[in-house]
């Protein structure tokens, strides 16, 4: 029972609502500029493949898994794509736990294990973080789209 993990958040890289509104913008224009050139015929069709180009990737990007955030055995656990590294933050060393919002910024880029002025950053979707604080002062900023449950979760991990 101890193995089971107690909160389970998966972040995927392209569910930002800003960024996939950006890109169906630059598909609309895409499809508009190839309806107005009528001259070249070439360069009309490149303006088609474009903007299906940029469906397709913005499709894909939709379901491409950015991150997986566990909470089991008194550790977070956040586990990225392909070949980057699995982080295990240890709650016993963690002195502080709060909510905290992720940047003033009204557009954030996704971020996995950036190393930044004494912060460690996830992110990849969502306005709030939850800040853990160790021993040694490192702050680690996880950005969340539940961060009510993984605050609560990660309290009662401590405790």
Not at 38 to 44: A, G, I, R, V, W
Not at 53 to 62: A, P, T
Request: charged share 20%.
């Amino acid at each position: 029972m101890e193995n089971n993990p107690v909160f389970v958040e998966k972040q995927y890289l392209g569910r930002d609502y800003l960024r996939i509104s950006i890109r169906l913008v630059m598909a609309l224009f895409c499809f508009a500029a190839y309806l107005v050139t009528e001259e070249d015929k070439s360069q009309s069709d490149l303006f088609l493949v474009a903007g299906f180009g940029i469906l397709i990737v913005s499709v894909i990007m939709i379901f491409l898994l950015h991150y997986r955030i566990t909470v089991k055995n008194r550790s977070v656990i956040i586990d990225g794509i392909w070949t980057s590294r699995m982080i295990k933050i240890d709650l016993n060393s963690i002195v502080k736990v709060e909510r905290v919002p992720y940047s003033s910024y009204m557009i954030s880029n996704p971020v996995y294990n950036l190393h930044k002025k004494g912060t460690i950053r996830f992110y990849a979707d969502g306005k709030d973080a939850i800040q853990l604080t160790d021993r040694d002062g490192l702050r680690y900023i996880i950005g969340t789209q539940h961060p009510v449950e993984l605050l609560q979760t990660i309290n009662s991990q401590i405790n």
